[in-house]
């Protein structure tokens, strides 16, 4: 069995019941990893009742006050969204790639992969999926895309199962967080100096997108260093012949 942990992560649920739904979903399908930040209710009876065999998954699950307390202090490799609500040219922070590619996923070993559910009414917000690496969505209906919280949480962990049925280990290390990190800022100093009279709303489109495109690309570490040091390069030319637009 692969030594990757997935996480699933409601964030602000309104309804207690859908805290114990959830709950039960995961445990369902061999998981067991709960996480809770800023829930809008409490872990009261309708939760527990809700949960029917699957309150210790339930009761032990971990609360944070918001995301980024929860990414600092466990630190998953890959923090992936889900929405109904798909992405278009105007928001491409919510261009989403379809669960089932998870299916032909090549899991990282000994990595936690946090998988985050919005609130009932509103889903992930823009700010919340601007944190994560990838964003996801379940194929459904055009006509009724939306479904109950508790039953994403079902269909996410079904695919996850049979995922890790084929659990193939890499061949190769996966670039981490820090070095993804580093590659982005490179990323956004180019953005930054490539035009400065860019109006600040447009360069932050761009670089969401290319934030997404980097959490799509399952990077290796050496990916991400060859990227690195090429982006530096381009960046110091670009200086050296703009001398004005450097800061």
């Known amino acids: 069995m692969t030594s990757t942990r997935i996480i699933f992560v409601l964030v602000e649920t309104k309804y207690s019941g859908n805290l114990g739904m959830a709950a039960r979903a995961i445990k369902n399908f061999g998981f067991k990893d709960l996480v809770l930040v800023n829930p809008l209710c409490k872990i009261d009876d309708e939760a527990i009742y809700r949960s029917m065999h699957a309150r210790d998954v339930l009761l032990s699950a971990r609360m944070y006050s918001n995301l980024d307390e929860f990414v600092e202090s466990e630190s998953p490799l890959y923090l992936i969204g889900t929405t109904a609500r798909i992405g278009s040219e105007k928001n491409p922070l919510r261009i989403a790639v379809p669960l089932n590619i998870f299916r032909n996923m090549i ?36 006509e009724y895309p939306t479904l109950n919280l508790s039953h994403a949480v079902a269909v996410v962990a079904y695919e996850l199962s049979q995922a890790l049925k084929t659990f193939i280990e890499l ?77």
């Open 107 to 142: 899991f990282p070993s000994e990595s936690k992969i946090a998988f985050l559910f919005g609130n009932e009414e509103r889903g992930l917000t823009n700010e919340e999926l601007a944190k994560c690496d990838l964003v996801a969505t379940i194929p459904t209906s055009m």
């Open 171 to 247: 061949p190769y290390r996966p670039a981490n967080n820090k070095e993804r990190e580093i590659l982005l800022q490179r990323f956004f100093e180019l953005v930054d100096i490539a035009d400065e009279k860019m109006p600040e709303p447009k360069k932050e489109i761009y670089k969401g997108i290319i934030k997404n495109m980097i959490g799509r690309a399952f990077l290796s570490g050496r990916e991400a260093h060859s990227l690195i040091g090429l982006i530096k390069k381009i960046i110091s030319k670009l200086r050296s012949q703009y001398p004005d637009q450097s800061s």
